[in-house]
């Protein structure tokens, strides 16, 4: 009997004691328990917010510069998902790369709200680290609203932490309500953000303001009679005060060889005012610090000759530049062989015609693997404040102030001047100068001339006839089928898609 | 006539009697009835010990010459042997008892074991008996068909790959469908199957069934429990038994692709439909030559456009230069199989031992692949006093797997099924577009996969150390204490290699990971027997705590300056990741049994379970269960009845859970997030799930009722069992708009209605001396509804590529197939009519319906197609005894279920290019430049090849996943007879067959139940069949 007795009191010693081992944190991971604590914590959570913008640069290239005439894609086999979208055709709601758009910026949106929800004097006593970072995170959320509403229109307009039964509940906003919310951040961040970034890919007050006049511009584009990102207001003086705030910055100038502007050895040059950061840190895997972006834009059969590992554009869906984005360059134009590689040898020494972009190729620094270009995906580079500066000058006509601008371009291109440069040699300058920075699509819908480019351009290039007819409801895309279903009838489609 | 035959047997066996008879015999008669006193005829009446015997007459009665003190053995099939000392008398009048050998039988239950007779919830069982004899590698093999309600889903063919077993259908959505494996009353880390068991070394398995039997295993039983009992040592002399056997394994089946002569066919048919969809204008036309293709676009003299332009060789009679390629005839071949094992059990009153070794050898049924084996294990026990016992069981196996890759989305079988049938003679088909080889102009871009099965390096080593150590002591009378320590050490390292000169871009690349896993489990109970008056009382408590940890590791590497160094600490660039995780589970149990007279039974089982996987709000679950039976045989109104040996009715009901629901997911975990700074590396860290407090275990609630039946004298014995389970709080990854920042919730919500009978039967149909036959059958058919899901019960679809195409969705099977309706094909009247189309289709394209009609084809219009659970499961094994010979044969399969092929993508998808190759489905249309295409033109046949509108999951990938497989054929003969031999005791030759006949539907896949890429099959990797020859020896 004492022998059971003894076992008895040493079990419920052994079993209280083991209870606690009920209570395990993660191994290999942190966990927000012991997280959001101090000023390390706060930056660290603000570093996850810009690494949500990994995906701004694949997002612009597939649906802006695929999209638009800069690109044509015959694509007989019409199974590769950027096919669709070259062509305008109306099956995209289950279009991945579309999907990706509107995902990939509400990963931001949350981090962003996080942080907002958990920033605190208690953790951050330092008023100007405080600021700073209050401005950083609502920069990038306008950010990321910015692109949503480019290519939706009105999007669910998530403003702090929700639980998953409040994303519910959350319906479409209209593009409207989005610009004011945009709008409204990045005053918040203009007023906070020091006026001189803290480093290099942070935004200042400056770079905020550059993003601002670039909101204002879109939002005075015309409607189309859609809910897209054209309200047909007239913002375009609020737009050129910041634009001119930026000029009068002096942090930003000429750089006078435009290889220098893309180049890894030279980013962050006087050019970029705010960039997507990538770097190649001479290792592969996935650390969410580099870019595929180049591997997007290539041929496979061109890199299994040059390039040390797998990856590119197979046959059935090279893109192209179009026949007349190719014939659009003047000879000596430095930026078209900077930007387009337009014969190569394939590995059965056969020569290929199939053009491809190759602006951000740095062959000086090829990664291990295609994952982990080092290449920095410029947003918004000076040029593009000082042409969109000129675009708002057009409303008053020709100018010398419009042409010197323009002019300053070409010359850096090594062209020669031209006068009198109207909206349409304006558009034409910048669809070379950005060739592959998608900006392509949004300046045509800004300037109300999408329409009638597009269709123009079809007329004349689409020699396989795989392109539908340019059209309104084309300007912004489907939301993807998966969201519909979530709950049926909480999101309405945009019209035009099946 | 029968009754003739053991007439002149027993006339015989007189005539053998007298001629052998002693000066002292006399003759001893007597009858021998049943214990209604029937008479039995043809039972045989043996002296013991001499090879003197007799049977009974018609009448029953016997007669036989034996001497005073010897004994008389009475035996008789279906009952229990009776044995007489004979004495003064002459007449002795024998009354047999049925033998009940089949109930008397013990099952292993959970934390003890209990007489079949007394089982009150549902238990199948299976004795591991001739596994020894086959051929093979996992456990899946062994189970595979033999227990009724138990689906064995041999997903993968590939050797060391994982197997799925459902009990009793599947009733979670996202938490794991797999059972508790109970090694030897060691519980296994959830997700570690028993991998390294010899099959050999398994005496039995049970499966426990329903939750009465499950809730003892508490959080981890809602998928059943397999328990698996090692043979254990024996006391006696030593006995020593060797056995081998060899033979050769081969795949099951070749899919039927195009021939090379029909792929050049289609590859035309292609070319000539882009020439003239996309020159058509400038006057090209199909017939055009390739000089004139050239000319109108614009080559120069000898230029080739692949798209546009075919081989000259292809026209000219035995196509000079070329090779003509059957990839898969290259791939499989005939891999030899060899085992040998030697064990030995013996012992004393004090001390007892079963010990074994095995190593086995399989050469896949493909190129590269390849399985090698090692298994030890030693059970050993003490009896130091009779109130002690103390063991150990320990079985540490090692195995080595070369898989190059073969399974898969992209992987080896995929491309030998896919590639372009044609070679360069010059290069041939093992060096085609490798080192220095460029591809054949019209094929596609991929390497040879022979030379990729040849030489990519990948292999497996794996270690696994199964230990346990138990004390029992007898505390008090009818008390008795058990102690285990156990531990499962597993560490499985991976070794990749891939020359660069087998690589698309030729470069090197190599990787080494692994991981190591470990369980430790101490379990403690106590168990107290009383008796009194015919009450019978079992009582159990007990306690036991577990801790798992897994770690695991991987490096990746490039930049190997050469081919010849294969490892990666000469590679220029590695990049490296390791993660660690543990959880820990504390539970106390008890179980009460108690019976009166062995008529009416009651079993009450309680458990509570603590986890670190569980919320903080929901740390303790627990799970109960009642119980009861009822044998209507041992009522006093029973007993006048001869029908029925055995009539037993069982009734449970229980609770039990299933806790894979991932160690932290509770938990607000973050996630590494970096970025960079011009040029310098930042870390972040950002939230990565919604965190829930809340989260738990899924709970199970089940009944059961059960009949036993036995009559004819037990010759035929039958069970049948009702069930329904319900699984609820489901750990679902409810969809959430990902404008919330992620795409699901992991809740505890939704609930799965499970419903279904099992039947099994054994018969044993003739029961000569000479000959026996006996039946074991099993049927069982389960259906699966949804019955609650998220938060408005909204659908949740899922499935990998392009768009979904299997749904979640109240009132439905779990994960029914989702799909756009294929009808027949498009005419040009179709189009002219403004037929619904997907995109551009053309005439000769797939006619898809449209459901919703609305004039398009699109997504909505997709709609249910079936489920992929079978209605059905069956097996049936005849086993066949005559004199030295024996033969059993087992037939298995399933009907009433669907499986969708993502494997279809590869190889038969709308849009497919030139280069592949396609599957052979039968005639398909071909493209003719502009045809009117008519109703006649495209009836009965496939979709035309060219098309450019894209694709939409339609039902041209569905198949029918019925199959029936002829599991396993052993043929064997008794040695023994023929061997004089001190040495020798025993001998047996044999020869099996595998899984060697078969039919299934799916046409577009090797095996109809492979799951290898997100719940679907995208390139499965085929089962084997094999024959073997072995010899069995024992000393």
């Known amino acids: 009997m004492k022998k059971i007795i003894l076992i008895g009191i040493l079990s419920v010693l052994v079993f209280s004691a083991c209870e606690n081992e009920l209570d395990q944190a993660p191994l290999s991971n942190r966990s927000a328990a012991d997280f959001y604590n101090n000023e390390t914590d706060f930056e660290q959570a603000i570093v996850g917010i810009y690494n949500a913008l990994a995906y701004h640069s694949a997002s612009q290239f597939y649906l802006s510069e695929v999209r638009s005439d800069n690109v044509y894609i015959p694509g007989l086999a019409g199974v590769r998902e950027w096919i669709p979208v070259s062509n305008f055709s109306k099956t995209l709601v289950t279009n991945p790369l579309v999907r990706d758009a509107w995902d990939d910026p509400y990963v931001g949106i949350l981090r962003a709200n996080t942080v907002l929800d958990r920033l605190n004097e208690n953790a951050v006593p330092d008023q100007t680290t405080r600021n700073r970072m209050e401005g950083e995170v609502k920069f990038l959320r306008a950010f990321f609203y910015f692109d949503l509403v480019r290519f939706f229109g009105g999007v669910p307009i998530i403003d ?52 601002l006049g670039k909101v204002y511009l879109t939002m005075s584009g015309p409607t189309y009679g859609i809910q897209g990102p054209g309200l047909g207001v007239d913002m375009t003086s609020q737009a050129l005060t910041l634009f001119n705030d930026v000029i009068a910055s002096n942090q930003y100038g000429d750089v006078p060889s435009y290889a220098t502007i893309f180049r890894s050895n030279s980013e962050n040059n006087a050019d970029i005012v705010f960039s997507i950061q990538n770097i190649n840190d001479g290792t592969g895997g996935d650390k969410g610090i580099g870019t595929i972006l180049p591997t997007l834009m290539y041929h496979e059969a061109w890199a299994r000759v040059n390039m040390p590992f797998a990856g590119g554009v197979p046959s059935d869906g090279h893109i192209t530049p179009s026949n007349q984005v190719l014939n659009s360059f003047e000879a000596n134009d430095v930026r078209d062989d900077f930007s387009i590689l337009r014969t190569w040898v394939d590995a059965n020494n056969n020569t290929s015609n199939d053009a491809m972009i190759i602006k951000y190729l740095d062959l000086a620094d090829v990664p291990v693997d295609r994952f982990n270009w080092g290449i920095d995906f410029p947003v918004i580079r000076y040029t593009d404040v000082l042409m969109m500066k000129a675009e708002i000058l057009l409303k008053n006509g020709p100018s010398q102030e419009v042409d010197d601008i323009v002019n300053n371009v070409r010359n850096r291109a090594g062209l020669g001047t031209v006068s009198n440069v109207d909206l349409d040699m304006l558009l034409e300058e910048r669809r070379k100068e950005f060739i592959g920075e998608g900006l392509r699509f949004h300046d ?31 300007i912004i895309y489907p939301i993807n089928q998966s969201q519909l279903e979530v709950k049926p009838g909480l999101y309405t489609q945009n019209p035009g898609y099946n | 006539m029968k009754n003739k035959m053991t007439l002149l047997m027993s006339m015989l066996m007189f005539t053998l009697m007298y001629t052998s008879g002693y000066a002292q015999e006399k003759k001893v008669s007597g009858t021998v009835t049943d214990v209604s006193n029937m008479p039995l005829p043809g039972v045989n009446v043996v002296v013991k010990g001499t090879k003197n015997g007799a049977s009974t ?3 029953g009665n016997y007669s036989i010459s034996v001497s005073n003190g010897e004994t008389l053995v009475f035996s008789y099939v279906g009952f229990k042997t009776k044995e007489l000392l004979v004495g003064s008398a002459n007449t002795y009048n024998i009354s047999l008892e049925t033998d009940n050998a089949q109930l008397d039988e013990v099952i292993v239950i959970g934390y003890g074991s209990q007489k079949k007779t007394s089982i009150t919830g549902a238990v199948a069982s299976f004795s ?36 799925q077993i459902q009990i009793r259908g599947t009733g979670s959505i996202n938490a794991s469908n797999e059972p508790l494996y109970v ?42 429990v397999v328990l698996i009992t090692t043979k254990q040592g024996k006391s006696g002399k030593p006995k020593i038994s060797f056995n081998t056997y060899t033979g050769w394994n081969e795949t099951v089946k070749k899919l039927d692709v195009l021939s090379s002569e029909e792929w050049v066919a289609r590859a035309m048919e292609h070319q000539n439909y882009s020439y003239v969809r996309n020159f058509g204008a400038q006057g090209a036309t199909s017939s055009d030559t390739n000089d004139q293709r050239r000319a109108i676009l614009g080559l120069g003299p000898n230029a080739i456009n692949t798209g546009y332009m075919y081989d000259e060789r292809w026209l000219q009679p035995g196509h000079p230069g070329l090779d003509y390629v059957d990839w898969q005839d290259l791939f499989f071949r005939k891999g030899l199989i060899q085992s040998y094992q030697l064990s030995a059990t013996g012992g004393t009153d004090t001390s007892k031992y079963y010990i074994s070794g095995d190593y086995s050898n399989q050469e896949g049924i493909a190129i590269g692949v390849n399985n090698e084996r090692f298994n030890l294990r030693a059970n050993i026990e003490v009896t130091p006093n009779e109130n002690l016992k103390f063991g150990i069981n320990i079985a540490p196996s090692f195995s080595t797997i070369d898989d190059p890759g073969v399974e898969g989305k992209d992987a080896i079988t995929h491309i030998v099924v896919s590639q372009t049938p044609i070679v360069e003679s010059a290069v041939g088909a093992l060096y085609t577009n490798t080192g220095e080889f460029s591809s054949y102009p019209w094929a596609g871009s991929r390497v040879s996969p022979l030379a990729e099965a040849t030489f990519n390096k990948r292999s497996t080593k794996r270690f696994r150390n199964l230990a346990t150590i138990f004390v029992e002591y007898n505390l008090l009378e009818g008390l008795t204490y058990k102690g285990t320590i156990n531990s499962d050490l597993q560490i499985n390292t991976n070794d990749r290699f891939t020359p660069s000169w087998i690589t698309r871009n030729r470069t090197a690349t190599g990787s080494k990971s692994g991981d190591t896993r470990t369980s430790f489990v101490t379990e403690h109970t106590l168990n107290y027997l009383k008796s009194f008056n015919k009450h019978n009382f079992n009582l159990l408590g007990g306690y036991s705590y577990n801790v798992f940890n897994f770690e695991d590791y991987s490096i990746n590497a490039s930049g190997f300056p050469s081919d010849d160094v294969e490892t990666i600490n000469v590679a220029s660039t590695t990049s490296g990741s390791a993660t660690k995780s543990k959880n820990t589970l504390i539970s106390y149990f008890g179980r009460l049994m108690y019976d009166y007279n062995e008529k009416y039974f009651f079993q009450a089982t309680l458990r509570r379970d603590g986890s670190s996987r569980f919320g903080d709000n929901t740390k303790f679950g627990t799970f109960p269960s009642l119980s009861a039976g009822w044998r209507i045989t041992e009522e006093d109104f029973m007993s006048s009845n001869n029908f029925f040996n055995e009539l037993k009715l069982r009734g449970s009901w229980g609770i039990s859970g299933n806790n894979n629901i991932g160690n932290y997911e509770h938990i607000a975990n973050l996630s590494n997030t970096n970025y960079s700074f011009g040029g310098n590396l930042a870390s972040g860290q950002s939230p990565a799930n919604f965190a829930n407090a809340d989260l738990s275990w899924e709970k199970s609630e089940s009944t059961n009722i059960g009949l036993d039946i036995g009559i004819f004298n037990n010759r035929i014995f039958s069970s049948i069992e009702y069930y329904t389970k319900r699984n609820s709080d489901l750990l679902l990854n409810i969809p959430v708009p990902t404008s ?53 019960n909204t659908p949740i679809l899922g499935g990998a590529f392009d768009i979904t195409h299997n749904i979640l969705e109240v009132g ?28 551009n289709q053309e005439a000769g394209d797939p006619k898809y319906v449209d459901i919703n009609e609305d004039g398009v084809i699109t997504p909505d219009d997709r709609t249910y197609s079936g489920s992929p659970n079978p209605d059905y499961l069956w097996g049936i094994t005849n086993s066949f005894k005559y004199k030295d010979f024996d033969l059993s044969v087992q037939l298995q399969g399933q009907w009433g279920g669907k499986i969708y092929s993502t494997f279809g993508r590869a190889m038969y998808r709308t849009g497919q290019g030139a280069s592949d190759n396609l599957l052979d489905l039968g005639p398909r249309y071909i493209w003719q430049e502009g045809a009117i295409v008519t109703e006649a033109d495209v009836a009965g046949l496939e979709r035309k090849s060219p098309s450019s509108f894209g694709r939409i999951k339609n039902t041209d990938w569905l198949y029918d996943n019925d199959y029936w497989r002829v599991r396993n054929i052993s043929l064997g003969y008794n040695l023994g007879s023929q061997i004089q031999s001190d040495l020798i005791s025993g001998a047996r030759i044999y020869v099996t067959m595998e899984n060697w006949f078969g039919g299934d539907k799916y046409d577009g896949g090797f095996n109809p139940e492979a799951v290898n890429n997100s719940g679907d099959d995208y390139g499965a990797f085929p089962l084997s069949r094999s024959v073997t020859f072995g010899l069995n020896l024992n000393f």
Do not use: C
């Open chain 2, 812 to 839: 439905r099977p779990m994960y029914t197939l989702y799909l756009v309706q294929q009808d027949g094909l498009l005419t040009t009247e179709d189009i002219n009519n403004g037929v619904a189309r997907y995109g």
């Open chain 2, 183 to 224: 090694v030897d009353g060691f519980p296994l880390d959830t997700d570690g199957q028993p991998s390294n068991l010899n099959p050999n070394d398994i005496e039995t398995i049970q499966v426990l069934k329903d939750a009465s039997s499950t809730a003892i295993y508490g959080s981890r039983g809602s998928n059943g």
């Open chain 2, 740 to 792: 919330s920042g992620f795409g699901t919730a992991l809740t505890n919500i939704g609930e799965v209605l499970n419903k279904g009978w099992e039947f099994e039967l054994t018969t044993r149909n003739i029961t000569n001396k000479d000959f026996t036959w006996t039946t074991n059958l099993n049927l069982s058919h389960n259906t699966n509804e949804v019955k609650k899901l998220g938060p408005n």
């Open chain 1, 444 to 474: 045509l819908v800004r300037t109300g001339k999408v329409i009638d480019v597009i269709n123009a351009w079809d007329a004349v290039d689409d020699a396989a006839a795989v392109m539908s007819p340019m059209i309104p409801n084309f």
């Open chain 2, 57 to 59: 007459d018609f009448d």
């Open chain 2, 128 to 163: 591991a008996s001739g596994v020894d004899e086959r051929p093979l590698v996992r456990l899946d093999q062994a189970l595979v068909g033999q227990l009724s309600g138990v689906r064995v889903k041999q997903t993968s063919g590939v050797p060391g790959a994982g197997f």
């Open chain 1, 160 to 211: 702090k932490l929700i639980t998953p039964s409040e994303a519910l509940e959350i319906s479409r906003a209209t593009p409207q309500a989005v610009y004011d919310f945009i709008v409204s951040d990045l005053d918040d961040a203009i007023s906070l953000l020091p006026s001189t970034s803290t480093a290099a890919g942070r935004p200042s007050s400056v770079v905020a303001k550059a993003l």
